[in-house]
């Protein structure tokens, strides 16, 4: 399978617990993106990485969150002190570099699903 | 107001009909437009993907973009009973984070 995969597909945990996400692109893009979905809405962008650098972080992702692509390879998302507000799909999306107008589409993987109780 | 406004249905529509689902957007920066198919529970899957103005079709599918009245269109011909899904239209100004509307939910019927 050489699509975006993300581990766990779920988790559930208890309020202030800490968990962390892990997010395999597809392995020529170095573009990986993460976004929060909660239900009935659409993704929401919570930050990107080129490569290994972190270029842009919403105003979603406060400093219970944390991103790391540290070899620009896959990424981790941790979330510190779980809050129940915290319970959504976090999905992962990568792209290839820029190389035209046709380079634009991010490919998203299947999500992980978070319940905080 | 929301960047980018979508109906969020439920669109409930007989096997074969053309189906007809529309975005409307306020930031004249955006150049990209998606469009997403997301099953229940599953990541979103890229349909069609249009730069700037104009239409795309592939197969039973038709993207259309009209910048000047910021707007975008996705048609299905012949819907199937495995086009129930949600839809959800994306956007971008450029190579950075897509903005996505809340996605109309789609009923084919048998």
């Known amino acids: 399978d050489t699509g975006v995969s993300q581990n766990p597909r779920h988790k559930i945990t208890k309020r202030g617990q800490n968990v962390t996400f892990r997010c395999d692109p597809i392995s020529e893009h170095n573009r990986l993106y993460w976004y929060r979905q909660t239900l009935g809405q659409g993704p929401e962008f919570l930050t990107y990485?080129?490569?290994?650098?972190?270029?842009?972080k919403s105003r979603l992702l406060s400093d219970r969150f944390s991103a790391e692509r540290p070899k620009g390879s896959f990424s981790t998302l941790e979330i510190q002190r779980t809050e129940q507000g915290d319970s959504a799909m976090y999905l992962c999306?990568?792209?290839?570099?820029?190389?035209?107008?046709?380079?634009?589409?991010?490919?998203f993987g299947p999500g992980t699903r978070l319940l905080v109780l | 107001q929301k960047e980018v406004e979508q109906d969020p249905g439920p669109l409930s529509v007989p096997e074969g009909a053309i189906v007809s689902l529309n975005c409307t957007y306020s930031n004249s920066a955006f150049q990209y437009f998606m469009w997403y198919r997301q099953y229940s529970r599953k990541g979103p899957e890229l349909l069609m993907y249009?730069?700037?103005?104009g239409n795309k079709e592939d197969g039973r599918f038709t993207a259309q973009v009209d910048k000047s009245s910021k707007y975008i269109s996705l048609f299905i011909r012949d819907s199937q009973p495995s086009d129930s899904a949600t839809y959800l239209c994306a956007m971008s100004t450029g190579f950075q984070k897509l903005v996505f509307g809340t996605g109309t939910r789609l009923l084919v019927s048998p």
């Open positions: 999306a990568s792209r290839q570099s820029p190389q035209g107008h046709e380079q634009e589409t991010q490919y």
């Open positions: 249009t730069y700037s103005s």
């Open positions: 990485f080129q490569n290994e650098a972190q270029l842009e």
